[in-house]
């Protein structure tokens, strides 16, 4: 936006010898063009494409470099009161039941002092459609990963603590799911993983827990 400005003398200022002077000034857009940098930030970058790796291949820490990145309102910590947790002494299932969820009144998790697990349907980063996995949430190796069922025999992907940076409920609906009120969002260096709880308070169950974690949120507190 452009503005032109003309200056007319004055006898009454002194300024009776005084030529006019047009003046051309540049008045920033803020909004066009913060509506351009929105068009660039991180939330457009497309998912990693592999979606199936092994456990040496769950994603590690040093596989992307570090951002550095001070916290702002766009992302301020949603939907949970609590900090990642690193105690040896931490007891999961207390910390769950603090925060106000009767365990034994949702049969979609089972969790114990150190791990969480049970079936989520995850959206796939190829191909784009929900398929059902068995989730685990394991303190001691500090890891998240998933099964192609609860037998546990071959991790199919997952990440390892250092890298969560979010977890947060899918109030956009950016993932299309079909039942957005219990899809819920876990956000690592890499990529974004898409998960569909079976029920609402499942999947608060889920951030809480997958929250205690994430190891990576700590780099927006510096």
Known sequence: MSVWLTLIKSSHWGLANCKPKTLYLQVRNSRTES????KRSDDSRPLSHASDFSRDHILPVGSAPRRSRRITNEWQRPLTRYLPVDRDD???RRHVESAGHQIELCPYVTVSSTSCRGYLHKLGAKFHT????????????KTFVYYWDKSEKKPRGGAYFQVIEEVYLDHGNTSKSPNPQTTFIVKTRQRRYYLMAPSGEAARIWIDVIFTGAQGYTEYLE
């Open 35 to 38: 509506t351009e940098d929105d």
């Open 130 to 141: 929900w398929s059902k996995r068995w989730f685990v949430f394991d303190r001691e190796t």
């Open 90 to 92: 931490f007891d999961l």
